[in-house]
């Protein structure tokens, strides 16, 4: 009789900061680089996480996502692997603005966002715009998708505050369309086991190897 297939063990983390997230400035599919308090944030992520025995380690292909990855990877013969699939919501015309702006330049929109409703789209212009409900759809099967290809195993995927809330979402149970009352936090470490698709949420927003005194130590 085979074996029965364990659950897979998901430590799930939000990118470190970028200048745009310290100004309110959103990115969506925009590629925004961190700066160089997301970068110590990286180093600290990487150092928290040295003695955890990782299966392989999977990012966003937006650079500030494989650039905390990068720091996880490091002295691992691991290489980050990259997918579309773990982006942040594609915000069409909305990306780049701050939030003041967009509900200036996009009454209607912004107040069907900040309303929840998850079907409403922004306008796309140039760059993709999804509905909240897409974006949901989207990010969990990759979530579930990486889970499965390392059944049984341990995996760390660095990607956006938009997918780590459909994580915390679907481990919760919560409906897409209810408030967000948690928080998502740049370089947070979140754990979560994955087994037949299906999301448990074990810890949230561990953030001890974020204080000030362990930046202040990174060379």
Same mark, same amino acid.
Request: one cysteine or more; hydrophobic letters at 50%; proline letters at 5%.
């Given at each position: 009789?085979?074996?029965?297939?364990?659950?897979?063990?998901?430590?799930?983390?939000?990118?470190?900061?970028?200048?745009?997230?310290?100004?309110?400035?959103?990115? *969506?599919?925009?590629?925004?680089?961190?700066?160089?308090? *997301?970068?110590?944030?990286?180093?600290?992520?990487?150092?928290?996480?040295?003695?955890?025995?990782? @299966?392989?380690?999977?990012?966003?292909?937006?650079?500030?996502?494989?650039?905390?990855?990068?720091?996880?990877?490091?002295? /691992?013969?691991?290489?980050?692997?990259? @997918?579309?699939?773990?982006?942040?919501?594609?915000?069409?015309?909305?990306?780049?603005?701050?939030?003041?702006?967009?509900?200036?330049?996009?009454?209607?929109?912004?107040?069907?966002?900040?309303?929840?409703?998850?079907?409403?789209?922004?306008?796309?212009?140039?760059?993709?715009?999804?509905?909240?409900?897409?974006?949901?759809?989207?990010?969990?099967?990759?979530?579930?998708?990486?889970?499965?290809?390392?059944?049984? *195993?341990?995996?760390?995927?660095?990607?956006?505050? *938009?997918?780590?809330?459909?994580?915390? /979402?679907?481990? /919760?149970?919560?409906?897409?369309?209810?408030?967000?009352?948690?928080?998502? #936090?740049?370089?947070?470490?979140?754990?979560?086991?994955?087994?037949?698709?299906?999301?448990? #949420?074990?810890?949230?927003?561990?953030?001890?190897? #974020?204080?000030?005194?362990?930046?202040?130590?990174?060379?």
């Amino acid at each position: 009789m085979p074996l029965p297939i364990l659950p897979t063990q998901l430590t799930l983390i939000r990118h470190g900061e970028t200048a745009w997230n310290a100004e309110r400035r959103l990115q *969506g599919h925009l590629d925004i680089a961190l700066n160089a308090h *997301g970068l110590a944030q990286a180093q600290a992520l990487g150092r928290a996480l040295a003695a955890t025995a990782f @299966d392989a380690v999977i990012a966003s292909d937006l650079q500030r996502a494989w650039q905390t990855a990068a720091a996880i990877a490091a002295g /691992r013969q691991l290489t980050v692997q990259q @997918d579309p699939a773990l982006r942040e919501r594609g915000y069409g015309s909305f990306e780049g603005l701050l939030y003041a702006d967009i509900e200036a330049a996009y009454p209607a929109e912004f107040a069907a966002w900040q309303a929840r409703d998850i079907d409403a789209v922004m306008p796309a212009g140039s760059r993709v715009a999804e509905s909240f409900r897409q974006f949901y759809t989207r990010a969990l099967a990759a979530i579930v998708a990486w889970a499965a290809r390392y059944a049984g *195993g341990r995996i760390a995927i660095v990607a956006h505050g *938009g997918v780590l809330e459909c994580a915390y /979402r679907a481990a /919760r149970g919560l409906a897409p369309d209810t408030p967000r009352d948690f928080s998502v #936090l740049n370089c947070s470490i979140n754990t979560f086991s994955v087994d037949a698709g299906v999301l448990t #949420l074990h810890s949230w927003g561990q953030v001890a190897h #974020l204080a000030p005194a362990t930046l202040d130590e990174l060379p």
